[in-house]
T-cell receptor
Framework: SQTIHQWPATLVQPVGSPLSLECTVEGTSNPNLYWYRQAAGRGLQLLFY??????ISSEVPQNLSASRPQDRQFILSSKKLLLSDSGFYLCACGQPSNEKLFFGSGTQLSVL | GESVGLHLPTLSVQEGDNSIINCAYSNSASDYFIWYKQESGKGPQFIIDIRSNMDKRQGQRVTVLLNKTVKHLSLQIAATQPGDSAVYFC????????????FGKGTLLTVNP
């Protein structure tokens, strides 16, 4: 079964600073990859998904971008963080033939 | 857009009791539903799923019921234990080829010993 690695677990960044969150997947190939954000006490909002290397679809307009340089690597970035970027960021992995998603352990981002 | 929602934001039960967590959905095109459990500070964990051609599916101590007529989904947990305390999310796949799950807001389940 697949394993999803996300790091760091927590991150505190000043407003205006850049961001790079990395997610790597083991135990599967050609996965669909997703970035979700979760505000405190709220549901999960889909930010980006990717069906292959270099293929990124954005779900909501925002201050963030995503990239997939390798089959099992998904990166979430920002050039200048905003206060509203604070939240719990989750990477998820699924197979093209199956809707079931598996989630990483998440990164708690606080922008101050 | 169409969304998945929950009837009860919080649920408190006694250890050993059965728990029922409810979820309403509005997209009649949804053909796949899934329940996740999320403990504090962790990522969601898969519990059980069901396709729209079924109305019931059972797992270990959990049962998911799907009522397509009223667009309602429920998760039943038998003999609830303190380790079941968490936020439970339902999610739906509205169809399409990219399998994007839409999540509800979540229900906080608290199990009292």
């Amino acid at each position: 079964s697949q394993t999803i690695h996300q790091w760091p677990a927590t991150l505190v960044q000043p407003v205006g600073s850049p961001l790079s969150l990395e997610c790597t997947v083991e135990g599967t190939s050609n996965p669909n990859l997703y970035w979700y954000r979760q505000a405190a006490g709220r549901g999960l909002q889909l930010l980006f998904y990717s069906v292959g290397i270099g293929q990124i679809s954005s779900e909501v307009p925002q201050n963030l971008s995503a990239s997939r340089p390798q089959d099992r690597q998904f990166i979430l970035s920002s050039k200048k963080l905003l206060l509203s970027d604070s939240g719990f960021y989750l990477c998820a992995c699924g197979q093209p033939s199956n809707e079931k998603l598996f989630f990483g352990s998440g990164t708690q981002l606080s922008v101050l | 857009g169409e969304s998945v929602g929950l009837h009860l934001p919080t649920l408190s039960v006694q250890e050993g009791d059965n728990s029922i967590i409810n979820c309403a959905y509005s997209n009649s095109a949804s053909d796949y539903f899934i329940w996740y459990k999320q403990e504090s500070g962790k990522g969601p964990q898969f519990i059980i799923d069901i396709r729209s051609n079924m109305d019931k599916r059972q797992g270990q101590r959990v049962t998911v019921l799907l009522n397509k007529t009223v667009k309602h989904l429920s998760l039943q947990i038998a003999a609830t234990q303190p380790g079941d305390s968490a936020v439970y999310f339902c999610a739906e796949n509205s169809g399409g080829s990219n399998y994007k799950l839409t999540f509800g807001k979540g229900t906080l389940l608290t199990v009292n010993p």
